[in-house]
Structure formats: structure tokens, C-alpha cells
């Protein structure tokens, strides 16, 4: 038998591959349903990719992948979105000829040609959603270009959240934000968190990261170091050893 | 969005097309009955091209499948057309699937040169395999026409630029264009939002060939006869290209503005310069339309009236 019953989004034994180079390498990670999971590491640990398997935008070369305990190892992107797992992205990846609402809009739409064409679009469920992230109608008439990476990551968490997601997956949530704007953030992860949301959460800055979540594990080179709670990891030798080895 | 201003501009749209037979001589008429075709042809290019950005360089292929289907069945066996036409669309809506498997991993100039060599195998294809069927290099002709007549036919044309124009109008202007437009900037996050782009990709790319096989098949009965060489060309591709490019792409108004702006250039330029010259030229202006708005003639016109506007409203209620 697997893992207690809880257990919502899983990789085991994923291992993935870029030419010679081992991305992951045999990694097993798993979040709970309502955990708040941090995932971190130096640079180049891997951690995106496992975001790229979890979501099916990457293959792993072996290992498997499971979302309530149903294998998704083979399930394309959009339906596993659609299940109900959706990520940012540490560059944010807005559709750039598009305002702000219309971005929104586009997360928002059923997966079926029939219906985009003959239903009309939910009405206000759009700008309810930016508000939720603290945008008003100046922001929702904005394009991406005229919007600082804090309102980046914004629009990146309201497109995720518009695809009613059981699990989110933040790619480096925080970085290139002022303190203000991670504060901002901050405070909207923690209402997601009380509401029951799940999250695995990619952050550099531990700092701003330790009061959000349950536990973390740590990867270095593809394959995870150590797990716990936050301050016991970072006590742990190898985490200090492979965090200096970066630096 | 509201809907009354689109719908007024449909509707004086046809009213001045429907009155330009008066007012002309048969001559342009018939020149019109051209530039009809290539509004579909151009429309159907920019569904695919325009919107979702998988640049096709193999519309004549699509138009050729129609084109050849239902010539082949009135010709041979003498297949009605109410039969026939609509075997030449659904035969292009099974070629334009033939688009979606090289689109399932590549796009960008890779995607147009294998919907290139789509076009060329047919080229080939034509005139090698069964050409007692095909009708070989030559081609077949003595293929029945719909009506007779310059004025007829340009109603019948017209007719067709109109219904598909207004179609695809409201279709694309629901959340499916928006969805398309989305493919185009940026495909992984679309499906990244929920939504399987083989299918949106599969939607336009059905479509466009639809559109494409109408006119394609239109257009054989127009001439009442079809030949490899004409159809299967370069300069025929990147009319219907440049059509779509000048007239403003992503949307309706613009391939239609393009196409009729296209074929009265190239025809007053005919006296002039009777060979492919013609092309460079036209390639120039369209060139030149591009870098002073890329988003082509329907924009210019657009912003043009937008600056009128106030000016004649002054005018009006000055005493
Ligand atoms: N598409 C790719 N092609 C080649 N190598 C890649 C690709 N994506 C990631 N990598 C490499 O895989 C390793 C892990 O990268 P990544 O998952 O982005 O790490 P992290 O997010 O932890 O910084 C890095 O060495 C990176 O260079
Ligand atoms: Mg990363």
C-alpha cells in the first residue's frame, strides 16, 4: 500500500534527464492535502523541473507521478490543470498583448470549443478574482509590460487561482520583489492557506518563506537532502554544506 | 462588446457591394468576382495563420483538395454539384488534419515549410499519379459553371465573402478567439491554463480549411476549369498571404479590405508592368503599409475614422 490517505500530489523515484546532464535524480516528494510544503535548494537543484514533471510539461525518463493517488505519470497539462494542480512560473509567462482582465479570463475558460463559443463568460468572477490579489480596474486595464514583477507575481497567482486549483505550485514567489510586495503576497498565501489550499512553495528568500509553511525539503543535485520542520533542516550539516557550496 | 456598430458596418458593407455592379463596367466586375475569391482565400489563411500564429505556406494545398475533388466528380462522373461541393469541402477539412500532425511539434518557419512541401507534393502529385483522372499538366476544363455572367457570378461571390465573413466574425469574436489569440503568444501557458491547445489548434486549423474548401471549389466552377500549375503556385500563395498581412490580420474586415486593395493594385499596375514585376512591386507597398502600421490597413482605416469622427460631429452640429 502507498502513503496515508492524505497524501494529494506525489513524484516517486522521478528521474529526468537533459542530455548528460541528471536534472532529477530519483526523487521522491510528496504534500498532504492542506500542507503548506517549501521546497528549497541551491540553484540548478532541480526544483523547477520537479514542477515541470508535477504539472506534465516535463517527462520524467522514469519514476511516476500521482494526484489522489490516481498515476498521472502520462497525463498531458491541460487536464491535470483541469484536475485541479496549477503553477506559476519563476519568469512569469503573462500573455503579453493581453490586459491584465483578459489574462484572467483566459484561465478561466472550460476546455471545450463548444462551450467557449455558445456560453457567455461568467460575469464578474473575472475582476473578483483580481481583487482577491489586490488589483482594481486601473490593473485589470493594464498589459503585462506596464506591470512591476510584483504585480507579475500577482497576475500569475490570480491565473492559477482561476483555474480552481486544489494544489499550487509557486515557482520562486518572492524573488525580485520589494519587501512591501512580499509582505503583500505574504498575507494572500496565509488567507489560501487558512481557506484549506494546498501549496508547495519555491523560494529562495527562507526567510519570508519559514512563516508559511509546514515543512520543507531540501534538494541538491536532483535528489532531496533533507526534510522537517524549517529550523531543524537548516541545522542539518549537508543543507549547510550544499547551500555554501553554491555561494 | 456591444454589438450594434459591427453589425451596421456588415450591413453597409453589403449594401455598397450590392450596389457597386451599378456603378461599374463589367470589366471591374469581373475583377471583383477575383477579388471576392481571394477575401475567402485570405479570411481562411489568417483563421490559421492570423490568429493562432502557425504561419501556413500551404493554402493551395487546401484549395487545390476542394478544387480538384469536386472537379474530378463533375467531370468524370457527372456528380451534381449540391453533391460535389460539399465532397470538395469535406475532403480539405480531412487535408487540413494533414496540418495538424507537424503542428503537434514544431511551428514557426518550420511549420510552414513542411505545409510548403504539402503543397508541392500535391503539385507533383497531380500531374504523376493518374493524370487520365487528374487531367495531368494541363489540367481539366469544361467543368460546369453555377451561373453565367459577370454580375451573377459577382452576387453569387459576393454572396459567399459575405456569409463566411459574418460567420467567422461571430465565432471569433467569442471567448474561442480570445483562446486562439492566447495560443499565438504563448502555447505552454495556455496549457498551462486548463486548456488542450491540440484541440484549439485543431478547431482553427478545421476552420480555416472549411473556408478554404468553399472557395477553393467556388472557384473551379467560377473558372469552369482547373489546372496544376496556376494553383500551385508561389505567387498565388503569397497573394493570398500579403491579402491577409496588408489588410491587417486576427481579424474579419481586414483580409477582405486586403484582398479587394490587392487585386485592383495588381490589376491598374497590369498595363504597366505585365510580368511578375507586378509582384515586386506590390511586395514593396505592402512593405511599406506594414512599417508605417503592422497591424495593416483595417488599423489605418480604423484609426483614420476614429480622428474623423469628432471632426464631422463638429461640423454637424456647428450652424
Ligand atoms: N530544458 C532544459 N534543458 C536543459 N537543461 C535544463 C533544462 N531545464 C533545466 N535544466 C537543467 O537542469 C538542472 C535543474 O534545473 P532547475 O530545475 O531549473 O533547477 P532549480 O529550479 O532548482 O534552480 C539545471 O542544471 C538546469 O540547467
Ligand atoms: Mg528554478
Known sequence: MGRAVNTLLELREVTKRFGGLVALDGLSVHVDSGEFLGLIGPNGAGKTTAFGVLTGEQRPDSGRGYFHGDDVTRMPTHRRVARGIARTYQIPRPFGEMTVLDN?????????????????????????????????????????????????????????????????????????????EIAQLSAL???ERRSGMTAIIVSHDLRSLA????????????????????????DNPLVREAYLGQA | ??????????????????????????????????????????????????????????????????????????????TPLWLSIPAGVFATLVG???????ALRIRGTYFALVTLAFMELMYQLTQVIAPKVTGGTRGLS????????????YYLTFGLVFAIGLGLWFVLRTRIGAALAALRMDEGAVAASGLSTIRLKLFAFMTSAAVAGIGGAFYVHYLGSIAPRGLFDI???????????????????????????????????????????????????????????PRGLHAILRTGARRLAPLLARRRIAP
Open chain 2, 1 to 78: 462588446m456591444p454589438l450594434a456598430r459591427p453589425l451596421l458596418g456588415w450591413l453597409a458593407f453589403a449594401v455598397v457591394m450590392c450596389l457597386v455592379p451599378v456603378f461599374v463596367s463589367t470589366g471591374t466586375v469581373r475583377i471583383l468576382v477575383f477579388a471576392n475569391f481571394l477575401a475567402i482565400f485570405a479570411m481562411s489563411w489568417d483563421v490559421i495563420s492570423g490568429r493562432t500564429g502557425y504561419i501556413s505556406f500551404g493554402h493551395p494545398f487546401l484549395i487545390g483538395i476542394a478544387g480538384y475533388t469536386t472537379a474530378m466528380l463533375t467531370y468524370h462522373l457527372d
Open chain 1, 189 to 191: 498565501l496565509v488567507a
Open chain 2, 142 to 153: 469544361g467543368i460546369p459553371t453555377i451561373v453565367s455572367g459577370a454580375i451573377p457570378n
Open chain 2, 235 to 293: 505567387n498565388f500563395l503569397f497573394t493570398i498571404l500579403v491579402a491577409a498581412l496588408l489588410g491587417g490580420s486576427s481579424t474579419v474586415a481586414g483580409p477582405i479590405l486586403g484582398a479587394y486593395f490587392l487585386t485592383f493594385l495588381l490589376e491598374y499596375l497590369r498595363p504597366y508592368l505585365p510580368g511578375p514585376e507586378r509582384y515586386v512591386i506590390y511586395g514593396m507597398i505592402a512593405l511599406v503599409v506594414y512599417v508605417l502600421e
Open chain 1, 211 to 234: 512563516p508559511l509553511v509546514d515543512r520543507v525539503v531540501v534538494m541538491s543535485f536532483g535528489a532531496v537532502i533533507a526534510e522537517g520542520a524549517f529550523e531543524e533542516v537548516l
Open chain 2, 96 to 102: 487540413g488534419t494533414l496540418f495538424l500532425l507537424p
Open chain 1, 104 to 180: 484572467v479570463r483566459v484561465a478561466m475558460m472550460p476546455d471545450s470549443v463548444r462551450r467557449l463559443i455558445a456560453e457567455r463568460p461568467p460575469e464578474g468572477v473575472d475582476r473578483e478574482l483580481l481583487r482577491s490579489v489586490g488589483f482594481g480596474e486601473r490593473e485589470a486595464a493594464m498589459y503585462p509590460d506596464q506591470l512591476s514583477m510584483g504585480e507579475l507575481r500577482k497576475l500569475e497567482l490570480a491565473r492559477t487561482l482561476a483555474t480552481e486549483p486544489e494544489v499550487l505550485l509557486l515557482d520562486e514567489v518572492f524573488a525580485g520583489l520589494t519587501r512591501g
